[in-house]
């Protein structure tokens, strides 16, 4: 097996390198695809190449002096004779004033192509454009800001996404397993088959992406490292507990890893099986950017599950049992988490579950409360940034003295004889510049019979009252008889996908509590515990939400989320949350079929219980780590996934789902031959011990 992965490695490795090669971030990668936005987008590439304008903004508060209206002219001039990194030099714009008189401040308008491969030169251009202007001082701010400027400041915030979060969540991983095995040995092997897994994924997904056209793009492959090590690490653990168990009672290592993959495996597969499954349920979303997650995701845990079924228990066999050097397992003595903590846990909620579960329930419900405090409308890009980049700074300078909306304008396309009425039902539209439609529209490039032109608004592209005005622009264009016509641009795609994004999160949520509830009732041939266990993570959920919003507006002081964010912080807790909780029911009904479903609960929490916590710690710790990417969203989903795994491992699973299965015994099992022919056996009083389960 291991000769089996090291040649798989050998060829796969060189291409793993050329992911960040096949990722496709132009606007259509991420825009939902139906959307009207999307098609002005399609439409406008047939008269010009997609361009993004760069916006300098010059600024001096007592007016322009003329040595600064000077070196403006100079920087025209310069800019002109720009060709790299996409610049289209010569079709630069201005300079244009904020008045005719005493002008306090100037823009000029750069536009930068763009294509499949434009974001990854869009920083480079934005630098060239940087060199070739003034740097203002004594007075005169200059600042480079809209669409490209943001752009390329995003671009940046991207920059080395890959490597951040690798090593991000390799340095969680290696603390994590140092606390948990305490054996600076153990700790290489996991970490080696989560690296061969992680390689081999993007190996694998370069090849789909280049020639099965699969979408990549840079938020997919930031994910996709974090959920390899978060889900690959944790099923290493579920399965090496359940391998220095079974050491303790089988002198032959290999007989005791057959026996662990036997008993634990079916756990760790229906683990994997959920996320996997969870994630292509996202091919049903309308923003492409969600859609183009699903399967990069899923191919990235299905080989994190393969690694870990395959050539984990290969190293670890081929090891031998000094790996866990110096808490090394011998043959014939107890397994210590029979009398640790967790077994304490169990006998303590022994008493009385009722009452602990109806607690657990009601304290999670009023941590949800803070659901009130969430704002999942959309961030601005001022409000993107963990930081205030140059674009951000600018911005707020540009909108001092200039309409908010110059820079980032709305494009119309419409039929050419009715393109005068068009543009006249825009201009007369609120929110719009009138005088920035250059009327007549008619006068404009035609192709295959179609008119574009722009319109600047007054509010900022990326507000409401932007998106407003969107709305306002359509229904007014729409109603022009026979003009086809459609609105698109930044704001126009924005508004797009939030409205995509609500959809989605209707639809897949619903989907995925489906998903999960089915490989559930499979794993455990039941439906109460099955539906018992999917309400418990929707009270996670929502109690992890809660929290989140209360701590993003009072803690972190974050303006809002994206309209995304609800839903893929949903995906990741519901898919990998439920991990824990298959691990240990499936636990407890093999402990109950020997002594039944009550003592069951009380061994199967005792021999879980150290693994689960330790894994969920790995997998907050992993998903905490992008919160070392300057962006707000990212440290959004970040933070909330990690409370919400920390939730789930030590209070849904470690005291809700037990006192609930102790509350309701055998019935839990309905309609399993289980629930009518349970061991019947009591549990330990809390003075008993618990004895180990034979092998």
């Known amino acids: 097996m291991l000769g089996l992965w090291l040649v798989l490695l050998l060829l796969t490795a060189p291409f793993a390198a050329k992911l960040t090669d096949a990722q496709d971030n132009d606007a259509a990668s991420w825009l939902p695809g139906s959307a009207e936005s999307t098609q002005v987008l399609e439409i406008s590439e047939d008269f010009r190449p997609e361009q993004i304008p760069a916006v300098v903004v010059y600024a001096r508060e007592s007016g322009l002096t003329a040595a600064d209206r000077t070196q403006i002219e100079q920087d025209v001039r310069e800019l002109r004779q720009l060709r790299d990194h996409g610049i289209i030099g010569d079709q630069t ?6 008045r005719a008189s005493d002008p306090r401040a100037a823009q000029i308008y750069v536009p930068i192509t763009m294509d499949e491969k434009g974001w990854e030169r869009i920083a480079p251009a934005v630098d060239s454009i940087r060199d070739d202007v003034g740097e203002g001082g004594a007075g005169l701010s200059v600042h480079i800001t809209g669409p490209g400027g943001t752009s390329a400041d995003f671009s940046e915030a991207f920059e080395g996404i890959d490597s951040t979060l690798l090593l991000s969540a390799m340095g969680v991983v290696i603390v994590m397993l140092l606390l948990t095995y305490r054996s600076p040995t153990l700790l290489v092997v996991p970490l080696l088959a989560v690296i ?15 020639h099965a056209g699969l979408t990549v793009n840079g938020q997919s492959a930031g994910i996709l490292t974090v959920l390899v090590f978060g889900a690959g690490t944790d099923y290493a653990l579920l399965l090496v507990a359940r391998y220095r168990e079974e050491l303790h009672r089988h002198e032959d290592r290999h007989e005791a890893m057959a026996l662990a993959l036997h008993r634990a495996g079916p756990a760790v597969l229906a683990s994997g099986a959920t996320v996997v499954v969870s994630m292509l349920v996202l091919l049903a979303a309308e923003m492409n950017s969600t859609r183009g997650l699903g399967p990069v995701a899923a191919i990235g845990v299905a080989v994190a599950l393969l690694a870990m079924m395959t050539l984990f228990p290969a190293l670890l066999v ?22 640790g903590l967790w077994a304490r846990m169990g006998r303590r909620i022994v008493p009385r579950p009722r009452m602990i579960w109806i607690a657990t329930a009601a304290a999670l419900a009023i941590c949800s409360l803070g659901l009130i405090q ?10 993107a940034f963990t930081g205030e980049p140059d674009s951000i700074v600018g911005q707020k300078v540009s909108a001092r003295y200039f309409p908010a909306g110059s820079g980032d304008p709305l494009v119309i396309i419409s039929n050419q004889p009715q393109a005068q009425d068009v543009g006249h039902a825009v201009a007369e539209t609120r929110g719009v510049v009138p005088t920035s439609l250059g009327l007549p529209p008619g006068t404009k490039p035609a192709h295959d019979g179609k008119v574009l032109f722009e319109a600047t608004m007054t509010a900022p592209a990326d507000s409401e009252a932007a998106k407003q005005t ?3 622009v359509r229904d007014a264009v729409h109603a022009v008889p026979d003009a086809d016509a459609q609105v698109g641009g930044g704001t126009a795609a924005l508004l797009d996908m939030d409205e995509a994004t609500t959809h989605d999160n209707i639809l897949i949520i619903p989907l995925v509590l489906v998903v999960v509830t089915l490989i559930l009732c499979a794993l455990l041939r039941a439906l109460v515990a099955p539906l018992l266990l999917v309400g418990t993570v929707i009270l996670s959920f929502a109690a992890a939400l809660g929290l989140s919003a209360l701590a993003f507006r009072h803690l972190f002081d974050y303006a809002g989320e994206t309209t995304d964010f609800p839903l893929f912080v949903f995906v990741f807790l519901v898919a990998l949350g439920i991990d824990y909780n298959i691990f240990l029911t499936t636990r407890i009904r093999e ?24 894994a969920g710690l790995v997998l907050a710790g992993t998903f905490a780590a992008l919160g070392t990417l300057p962006m707000v969203a990212f440290a959004e989903i970040g933070f909330a996934v990690a409370l919400g795994v920390l939730l789930d491992t030590f209070i849904v699973r470690s005291v809700l789902v037990p006192a609930l299965f102790l ?22 009083k809390p003075t008993e011990s618990v004895t180990p389960s034979g092998g």
């Open 93 to 98: 714009r201005g300079p244009v004033y904020d």
């Open 196 to 210: 061969a897994a992680l390689f081999t994924a993007q190996a694998l997904i370069y090849f789909l992406a280049e």
């Open 318 to 339: 081929i090891c031998g049992r000094w790996i866990f050097w110096p808490v090394i397992p011998r043959f014939g003595t107890d397994d210590p988490t029979e009398h």
């Open 374 to 383: 969430m704002r999942a409308e959309g961030i601005t890009n001022a409000d």
């Open 470 to 472: 969107v709305e306002r």
């Open 591 to 614: 402990e109950a079929a020997r002594q039944g479903t009550r003592p069951g609960v009380v061994t199967g929490l005792a021999t879980t219980g150290a693994v689960i916590t330790s």
């Open 663 to 684: 509350d309701i015994g055998p019935r839990i099992w309905w309609p399993h031959r289980l629930s009518h022919e349970d061991g019947g056996g009591t549990p330990p």
